[in-house]
């Protein structure tokens, strides 16, 4: 585009000069001492002045629609450079956001893995206080079933050295279960992992 830009330039300065050299012939031949001549080459150079003239003229015209052609043409290879790179920025910022949206994607996966292993552990151990509380309802039973039959026993026969010993390990046993019994409930505790609650995974 740049090199027929030239072009139409070169061509504009070459007529521009055969034009200047008419008009320095004229000048000269109007200098001469014939007048015939004077006259007779002036006739001519008028003529061959209007005549270049009005090719000039056309030529220049021409040139101009040429020139008019152009600058549309660049015109629109702006405008058609500048959407291009609007679309390409539009592109830029649509892989951004699904950049975004991947990560915000593995986040929520990640805490969604964090909730499952949360609330299985939390069925597990409400699974196990469950049993241990029915594996103590039923220990307490016996042993309290135990002792009450002794206390009859005892109430209907002569206390002996045995009777009284094998109380005494009841109420030592009784003891020791609830000494289990906490140190279960402690040792649940401090079992629990680390895992994040609800409302902190859902900020």
Do not use: W
Request: some cysteine.
């Amino acid at each position: 585009m740049k090199t027929e830009n030239e072009k139409l330039r070169q061509d504009l300065n070459k007529m521009q000069n055969k034009l200047a050299r008419c008009r320095a012939l004229e000048e000269k031949h109007r200098c001469t001492n014939l007048k015939d001549a004077k006259l007779l080459n002036k006739k001519l150079l008028k003529k061959k002045s209007e005549e270049a003239v009005h090719v000039l003229t056309n030529e220049t015209e021409e040139l101009r629609e040429k020139n008019f052609s152009l600058q549309q043409e660049i015109q629109e290879m702006t405008l058609k450079l500048q959407d291009k790179s609007l679309v390409k920025l539009r592109i830029k910022v649509l892989e951004d956001e699904k950049k975004a949206l991947m990560r915000r994607n593995g986040h929520l996966k990640v805490k969604a893995a964090q909730l499952v292993r949360k609330r299985k552990y939390e069925q597990k151990v409400m699974k196990n206080q469950e049993l241990l509380t029915n594996a103590m309802k039923k220990t307490n039973e016996r042993v309290q079933s135990i002792y009450e039959e002794l206390i009859v026993e005892t109430e209907n026969s002569k206390v002996t050295n045995e009777k009284c010993r094998t109380i005494s390990i009841i109420e030592g046993v009784k003891m020791q279960i609830r000494k289990i019994e906490e140190y279960m409930l402690e040792t649940t505790k401090k079992q629990q992992p680390n895992i994040p609650t609800i409302e902190q995974l859902m900020e």
